[in-house]
């Protein structure tokens, strides 16, 4: 799932932060507690509670029928020495640079080129969005149809004279990732552009008008101008990225579940066979529990970061 | 609400306790004691999800309606998600009664953690069941406990699939030996086809499989294999290696799409004439096109080794039910009336028709195929289910890892069958 | 004179050059959504003759009704609407509270609070498919449209009121401390003040968290088990595996499937921009 945020406080014009301090600090009024604690008791309930117990599991051996066994940190240290979650993790660091630095490339170069409001800019938008609302299912039925070994691609390359690139693109192992990326980036880059494009919205045209009467260059407008004022989306995007990188698992496992023989492995499609195939449930908990951990240290360092700006 | 804590490494850290751990495992590792509830329809959970299958099966559910006063009442679920969902059907407090599954390792893993209902009941009061023969008699119960655990009804067989009209318009024929197999593959590639078509591929890398339960079988017997499988010999022992230095002769036959492609296409493939034959089981038949059906035929898988006892593959299906059942002696009614060869007519007339009845009473479809086919599985000494079948859920995976990396990388054989062999211990000791 | 012709020229050839580009780029895009929609027009026999990559030699509407009645998508559509539309408003609703809450007072913790409530999104899910599994069949509500909701609503609240956090931390404070004066109350500010101004944003989320939840299949055969029960995502992947290689009828069900969404998408089109837009604006 990708995640979507809201460029954070760039607005020049943003209130002191002790203009929030309506009601003082000491006297909460009940029914604002009560907004807060509702919700946090509905994902206490549905996520916190089934997680501490998922976290649990990533301490025990358990096939998911007998009673489970407590090993301590054993399943941790059996990672140390498991080749498939060596490379998955090179795999993972692998589709976080090229998933998310083309993702986040591409999509700027999108926002940039869509963001002037002029005839059928509305269109182009949406086919770059389109892919975003498309179900997985959909996605994974479209690209397999096109990587078949006489599918579309296959067939186009042989229609332009390059029939002996044909290949099959899922089933190779060298171009097997690869081949998984292009579909992630087509779902991926509408979506980074929607988040670029509202940044670039909320930069003040005077800035540019000035660069513009100091005899910038369009390239010295992008680059003195709108780079550092998308600074916070920026960051926005990054941490959007590596969330979405460390969890990608639905175009990936329905395309080639991991295969051929781990070649597209990432960390998430490993926890989930280890888990849900192999029916070693401990071990993928603790797979899991490792992806946790990358995700919330990036975005606590972000947000950390984010959070020591404000005050 | 432990949650209010503002620290969340120390949240973290308190999860890792001993006491938080005794109390978390309270709740969602139990298989809760409680039971089904004991009114309404029994509740059937099947995988035959394929339109025929289906179909059949609603036409069957219906007849046992009409027949007594019980009833059943039908929920299909897609068989892959069948597949991963099972083990928490079966741990779950309220499961469904009854499921399509598998005898042999796979229900008896399940058995062994007292998971599937003792059927002895159904089987010494069914007039059906006392005359099954004594291979399924052995085959469904549990090597634990000694109790009937399984219903078989039907079963079918794996063979070299082949089209006789592209038989005849090739100029080729049934090869018996291992040499005449090779000697057909090189006719075949002669004349532009595909000599062995695979389906490998697109989520089926199960397939596979049976190239290496078939060639374990022909070369190491049957006795081998299920004790390779069960973990008793290692997966790089020069055993297995023989297999694969066999399959290696042929390799060069092989569909080079056929780890690209999954069973069905590969199946579109051999009907077109694309390729020349295929090691499937019947139910790839499901597929066909109706007037495709009766220009399909089969040979046995070659012989390899006279002196090893002649095996073949021929997998059962049937039914276990749950032991956390509420509605036992609606169970047993329904397990006796899945029994029956009226019951196994009904599905094999809705179905395909390319499966045997379990009930030596019950008619098949009657086609020369489904003659060929059961005198074909009558004619071996042994039998064997499928790599899965034989082993287990969890190991079939380590055996496609293995053999697609096999399949692309035919040289590195010998690591590959140390990382299997690691793999499955995995599996085995897990 | 010349100059000025110049010019326009050279406007008109950059805005030739625009639709150029951007318009290759939305074909690209487009194409494989294209491709879809042209599979589930085409017979069986003619994809099995030609290939998918072929040019059409058939026009069929059969497919759709194959997905529709045989695959049992009509059902399945009807659930996944009964379980979005609720979702996605109760979500909404209980984000915006906390997010409410959260950034317009002095609550403690509440940088803590925000973190943990994210933290539950950034869990990989198929961590807690299990847990959530057992965790519903204790409530007593296994297999039951309302475990499906209430699962979706825990795990998406958290990264909403994260998003509405971002928007109401931006509005100035003057606005309710003017309120305050006139003696209105934390609900009357909320739903006088706070909440109309932050439509924009919730337009906007509504519209992708109705597309994240339509589109949810782990969930979904995680805590249900009837096939009559089931959304349109598993409907769609019972359909893969039965009609397997049938690719029309699986390109029909995917247009099918896809619809909703997408008619939500270009209804709501222009508010994600706009809507995301708002801390910006301010």
């Given at each position: 799932?990708?995640?979507?945020?809201?460029?954070?406080?760039?607005?020049?014009?943003?209130?002191?932060?002790?203009?929030?301090?309506?009601?003082?600090?000491?006297?909460?009024?009940?029914?604002v507690?009560?907004?807060?604690?509702?919700?946090?008791?509905?994902?206490?309930?549905w996520?916190?509670?089934?997680a501490?117990?998922?976290?649990?599991l990533?301490l025990?051996?358990?096939?998911?029928v007998s009673?489970?066994?407590?090993?301590?940190?054993?399943?941790f240290?059996?990672?140390a020495?498991?080749?498939?979650?060596?490379?998955?993790a090179?795999?993972t660091?692998?589709?976080?640079?090229?998933?998310g630095?083309?993702?986040?490339?591409?999509?700027?170069?999108?926002?940039l080129?869509?963001?002037?409001?002029?005839?059928?800019?509305g269109?182009?938008?949406?086919?770059?969005?389109?892919?975003v609302?498309?179900?997985?299912?959909?996605?994974?039925?479209?690209?397999?149809?096109?990587?078949q070994?006489?599918?579309?691609?296959?067939?186009l390359?042989q229609?332009?004279?390059l029939g002996?690139?044909?290949h099959?693109?899922?089933?190779?192992?060298?171009t097997?990732?690869?081949?998984?990326?292009?579909?992630?980036?087509?779902?991926?880059?509408g979506?980074?552009?929607?988040?670029?494009?509202?940044?670039?919205?909320?930069?003040?045209?005077?800035?540019?008008?000035?660069?513009?009467?100091?005899?910038?260059?369009?390239?010295?407008?992008?680059?003195?101008?709108?780079?550092?004022?998308?600074r916070?989306v920026?960051?926005?995007?990054?941490?959007?990225?590596?969330?979405?990188?460390?969890?990608?698992?639905d175009v990936?496992?329905?395309?080639?579940?991991?295969g051929?023989?781990?070649?597209?492995?990432?960390?998430?499609?490993?926890?989930?066979?280890?888990?849900?195939q192999?029916?070693?449930?401990?071990?993928?908990s603790?797979?899991?529990?490792?992806?946790?951990?990358l995700?919330?240290g990036?975005?606590?360092?972000?947000?950390?970061?984010?959070?020591?700006?404000?005050? | 609400?432990?949650?209010h804590?503002?620290?969340?490494?120390?949240?973290?850290?308190?999860?890792?306790?001993a006491?938080?751990?005794?109390?978390?495992?309270?709740?969602?590792?139990s298989t809760?004691?409680?039971?089904?509830?004991?009114?309404?329809?029994?509740?059937?959970?099947?995988?035959?999800?394929?339109?025929?299958?289906?179909?059949?099966?609603?036409?069957?559910v219906?007849?046992?309606?009409?027949?007594?006063?019980e009833?059943?009442?039908?929920?299909?679920?897609?068989?892959e998600?069948?597949?991963?969902?099972?083990?928490?059907?079966?741990?779950?407090?309220n499961?469904?009664?009854?499921?399509?599954?598998?005898?042999?390792?796979?229900?008896?893993?399940?058995?062994?953690?007292?998971l599937?209902l003792?059927?002895?009941?159904?089987?010494?009061?069914?007039p059906?069941?006392?005359?099954?023969?004594?291979?399924l008699?052995?085959?469904c119960?549990?090597?634990?406990?000694?109790k009937?655990?399984?219903?078989?009804?039907?079963?079918?067989?794996w063979?070299m699939?082949?089209?006789?009209?592209?038989?005849a318009k090739?100029?080729?024929?049934?090869?018996?030996?291992?040499?005449?197999?090779?000697?057909?593959?090189?006719?075949?590639?002669?004349?532009g086809?595909?000599?062995?078509?695979?389906?490998?591929g697109g989520?089926t890398?199960w397939?596979?499989?049976?190239?290496?339960?078939?060639?374990?079988?022909r070369?190491?017997?049957?006795?081998?294999h299920r004790?390779?499988?069960?973990?008793?010999?290692?997966?790089?022992?020069?055993?297995?290696?023989?297999?694969?230095?066999?399959?290696?002769?042929?390799?060069?036959?092989?569909?080079?799409?056929?780890?690209?492609?999954?069973?069905?296409?590969?199946?579109t493939s051999?009907?077109?004439?694309?390729?020349?034959?295929m090691?499937?089981?019947?139910?790839?038949?499901?597929?066909a096109?109706?007037?495709?059906?009766?220009?399909?035929?089969?040979?046995?898988?070659?012989i390899?080794?006279?002196?090893?006892?002649?095996?073949?593959?021929?997998?059962?299906?049937?039914?276990f039910?749950?032991?956390?059942?509420?509605?036992?002696?609606?169970?047993?009614?329904?397990?006796?009336?899945l029994?029956?060869?009226?019951?196994?007519?009904?599905?094999?007339?809705g179905?395909?028709?390319?499966?045997l009845?379990?009930?030596?009473?019950?008619?098949?479809?009657?086609?020369?195929?489904?003659?060929?086919?059961r005198?074909?599985?009558?004619?071996?000494?042994?039998?064997?289910?499928?790599?899965?079948?034989?082993?287990?859920?969890?190991?079939q995976?380590?055996?496609?890892?293995?053999?697609?990396?096999?399949?692309?990388k035919?040289?590195?054989?010998?690591?590959?069958?140390?990382?299997?062999?690691?793999?499955?211990?995995?599996i085995w000791?897990? | 004179m010349?100059?000025?012709?110049?010019?326009?020229?050279?406007k008109?050839?950059?805005?030739?050059?625009?639709?150029l580009?951007?318009?290759?780029?939305?074909?690209?895009?487009?194409?494989?959504?294209?491709?879809?929609?042209?599979?589930?027009?085409?017979?069986?026999?003619?994809?099995?003759?030609?290939?998918?990559?072929?040019?059409?030699?058939?026009?069929?509407?059969?497919?759709?009704?194959?997905?529709?009645?045989?695959?049992?998508?009509?059902?399945?559509?009807?659930?996944?609407l009964?379980?979005?539309?609720?979702?996605?408003?109760?979500?909404?609703?209980?984000?915006?509270?906390?997010?409410?809450?959260?950034?317009?007072?002095?609550l403690?913790?509440?940088?803590?609070?925000?973190?943990?409530?994210?933290?539950?999104?950034?869990l990989?899910?198929?961590?807690?498919?299990?847990p959530?599994?057992?965790?519903?069949?204790?409530?007593?509500?296994?297999?039951t449209?309302?475990?499906?909701?209430?699962?979706?609503?825990?795990?998406g609240?958290?990264?909403?009121?994260?998003?509405?956090?971002?928007?109401m931390?931006?509005?100035?404070?003057?606005?309710?401390?003017a309120?305050v004066?006139?003696?209105?109350?934390?609900w009357?500010?909320?739903?006088?003040?706070?909440?109309?101004?932050?439509?924009?944003?919730?337009?906007?989320?509504?519209?992708?968290?109705f597309t994240w939840?339509f589109?949810?299949?782990?969930?979904?055969?995680?805590?249900?088990?009837?096939?009559?029960?089931m959304?349109?995502?598993?409907?769609?992947?019972g359909?893969?595996?039965?009609?397997?290689?049938?690719w029309?009828v699986?390109?029909?069900g995917s247009?099918?499937?896809?619809?909703?969404?997408?008619a939500?998408?270009?209804?709501?089109?222009?508010?994600?921009?706009?809507?995301?837009?708002?801390?910006?604006?301010?």
């Amino acid at each position: 799932m990708a995640v979507l945020t809201a460029p954070e406080r760039k607005s020049p014009a943003r209130p002191p932060a002790k203009g929030k301090r309506v009601r003082g600090p000491r006297r909460t009024p009940p029914l604002v507690l009560a907004f807060v604690l509702v919700p946090l008791l509905v994902e206490a309930v549905w996520v916190f509670w089934p997680a501490a117990q998922g976290f649990y599991l990533a301490l025990t051996k358990w096939d998911g029928v007998s009673p489970p066994q407590f090993v301590g940190l054993g399943n941790f240290r059996e990672m140390a020495h498991d080749d498939v979650f060596r490379s998955a993790a090179g795999h993972t660091v692998l589709w976080l640079v090229l998933f998310g630095g083309l993702s986040a490339f591409l999509g700027l170069a999108a926002a940039l080129l869509l963001q002037q409001e002029r005839r059928g800019v509305g269109f182009y938008r949406a086919a770059l969005f389109l892919p975003v609302v498309f179900s997985l299912v959909a996605t994974a039925l479209v690209w397999q149809a096109i990587y078949q070994p006489d599918g579309v691609l296959n067939q186009l390359l042989q229609s332009v004279g390059l029939g002996s690139l044909r290949h099959a693109w899922l089933a190779d192992q060298d171009t097997a990732l690869y081949a998984v990326i292009v579909p992630a980036l087509w779902r991926q880059i509408g979506y980074v552009m929607v988040l670029y494009l509202a940044g670039l919205k909320g930069i003040d045209p005077a800035l540019y008008e000035a660069a513009k009467v100091d005899g910038a260059s369009a390239w010295q407008r992008l680059r003195h101008v709108t780079l550092p004022q998308l600074r916070s989306v920026n960051a926005v995007v990054l941490s959007v990225i590596v969330i979405d990188s460390l969890r990608s698992f639905d175009v990936v496992w329905s395309l080639t579940r991991g295969g051929p023989y781990h070649s597209s492995e990432l960390l998430s499609t490993y926890m989930y066979s280890t888990a849900f195939q192999s029916l070693r449930l401990g071990y993928g908990s603790a797979l899991a529990v490792v992806i946790f951990v990358l995700a919330f240290g990036v975005i606590c360092s972000y947000l950390v970061r984010a959070f020591r700006e404000a005050d | 609400m432990t949650n209010h804590q503002p620290d969340r490494r120390r949240f973290l850290a308190g999860l890792g306790a001993a006491g938080a751990a005794a109390l978390l495992s309270g709740c969602v590792t139990s298989t809760s004691s409680g039971k089904s509830s004991s009114k309404g329809a029994v509740t059937l959970q099947s995988n035959l999800s394929a339109p025929q299958a289906k179909a059949a099966m609603q036409d069957l559910v219906a007849a046992y309606a009409k027949k007594g006063s019980e009833r059943a009442s039908l929920n299909t679920v897609a068989a892959e998600t069948f597949r991963t969902q099972l083990p928490t059907y079966l741990t779950s407090a309220n499961p469904p009664d009854v499921y399509t599954w598998y005898p042999g390792s796979v229900a008896d893993a399940y058995a062994k953690k007292n998971l599937l209902l003792d059927l002895d009941q159904a089987w010494t009061s069914s007039p059906d069941l006392k005359r099954y023969s004594k291979a399924l008699n052995s085959l469904c119960t549990s090597t634990s406990s000694g109790k009937k655990v399984f219903v078989p009804t039907t079963y079918y067989w794996w063979g070299m699939f082949y089209r006789k009209s592209n038989f005849a318009k090739w100029g080729v024929s049934e090869p018996k030996s291992w040499d005449e197999f090779l000697d057909l593959c090189d006719k075949l590639k002669s004349k532009g086809v595909t000599p062995i078509g695979l389906g490998a591929g697109g989520g089926t890398a199960w397939v596979a499989s049976a190239w290496f339960d078939y060639l374990d079988i022909r070369i190491n017997g049957a006795q081998y294999h299920r004790e390779l499988l069960a973990g008793k010999h290692r997966f790089d022992d020069p055993e297995v290696r023989k297999v694969f230095d066999r399959w290696q002769e042929v390799l060069p036959y092989f569909d080079p799409n056929g780890a690209a492609v999954a069973f069905q296409d590969a199946s579109t493939s051999l009907l077109n004439g694309r390729s020349g034959m295929m090691l499937i089981g019947t139910f790839f038949a499901d597929a066909a096109p109706k007037n495709a059906l009766d220009d399909i035929d089969f040979f046995r898988f070659p012989i390899i080794d006279s002196k090893i006892p002649l095996a073949e593959e021929a997998p059962v299906d049937g039914y276990f039910a749950s032991a956390r059942t509420g509605r036992y002696d609606q169970v047993i009614d329904l397990m006796k009336y899945l029994a029956t060869a009226e019951a196994q007519e009904i599905y094999i007339k809705g179905s395909s028709g390319t499966v045997l009845p379990c009930n030596p009473d019950a008619k098949d479809a009657g086609t020369a195929l489904v003659k060929k086919g059961r005198a074909h599985v009558d004619s071996a000494v042994e039998i064997t289910q499928f790599f899965n079948r034989d082993s287990s859920d969890a190991l079939q995976p380590t055996a496609d890892n293995a053999l697609t990396k096999f399949l692309a990388k035919p040289k590195s054989i010998g690591s590959i069958l140390t990382d299997w062999q690691r793999d499955a211990e995995k599996i085995w000791n897990a | 004179m010349s100059a000025n012709s110049t010019a326009l020229r050279r406007k008109r050839a950059a805005t030739a050059g625009f639709h150029l580009g951007a318009g290759a780029l939305a074909i690209l895009w487009l194409l494989p959504i294209a491709l879809v929609l042209v599979t589930s027009l085409r017979s069986f026999d003619d994809i099995a003759a030609n290939g998918l990559g072929s040019w059409p030699h058939s026009f069929t509407l059969g497919n759709f009704r194959q997905a529709w009645v045989d695959g049992g998508q009509q059902r399945a559509l009807i659930n996944s609407l009964v379980v979005t539309i609720p979702c996605v408003l109760v979500t909404l609703a209980l984000a915006a509270m906390a997010a409410f809450a959260l950034s317009r007072y002095e609550l403690r913790f509440r940088r803590a609070l925000l973190l943990l409530m994210l933290g539950g999104n950034l869990l990989p899910p198929q961590i807690l498919l299990i847990p959530v599994s057992k965790l519903s069949e204790v409530i007593g509500i296994f297999d039951t449209l309302p475990a499906l909701i209430g699962v979706q609503i825990g795990f998406g609240v958290g990264f909403y009121v994260f998003v509405l956090h971002g928007f109401m931390r931006s509005i100035p404070a003057e606005i309710q401390q003017a309120a305050v004066v006139d003696g209105a109350g934390p609900w009357q500010i909320f739903w006088r003040i706070i909440l109309p101004l932050t439509r924009p944003a919730l337009a906007a989320l509504s519209a992708l968290s109705f597309t994240w939840i339509f589109n949810d299949l782990l969930w979904a055969i995680t805590v249900l088990r009837s096939d009559t029960k089931m959304p349109i995502t598993a409907a769609l992947i019972g359909l893969q595996g039965q009609y397997v290689s049938m690719w029309n009828v699986i390109a029909a069900g995917s247009v099918i499937a896809a619809a909703p969404t997408v008619a939500v998408f270009l209804r709501f089109q222009r508010h994600f921009v706009a809507g995301l837009n708002l801390g910006a604006v301010k």
